[in-house]
């Protein structure tokens, strides 16, 4: 950090951009989205755990990045892409019961399936 209070030139589109070059599905962890900014941003080479932080606070306030789900408060997703993964989750549970649910669905099958476990389960 330089004498004047300010720290290296990184935005919070450019940590968007890093996290998006990750494509971590449970979101990016603070050390590998730093790593990504230092190889691919030259005002990034120097930037601190505490700086990035700050970045990712901004992106979150600003309606750019959330915090992954999974985690707590340790990995960071975009916020647009979670938006249009669940759009697509939604419409491929309504392919899947507009053609039939697939193979494990029909009339009876969760009875079958407890009745061939507790057959398995009693033969000891």
Do not use: C, W
């Amino acid at each position: 950090m330089t004498r004047g209070g300010r720290g290296p030139h990184v935005t919070v589109d450019q940590v968007a951009n890093a996290i998006t070059h990750l494509g971590e599905r449970g979101g990016s962890s603070l050390a590998a989205i730093r790593n990504v900014l230092k190889q691919e941003y030259s005002g990034a080479s120097d930037i601190t755990q505490g700086q990035l932080k700050r970045l990712l606070v901004r992106g979150v306030q600003q309606g750019k990045l959330r915090v992954a789900a999974s985690a707590s408060g340790g990995r960071f997703v975009l916020k647009n892409l979670t938006q249009s993964s669940a759009v697509g989750r939604q419409a491929r549970k309504s392919a899947s019961h507009a053609s039939g649910g697939g193979a494990r669905a029909g009339p009876g099958y969760g009875r079958r399936r407890r009745y061939r476990r507790s057959r398995n389960n009693n033969k000891g």
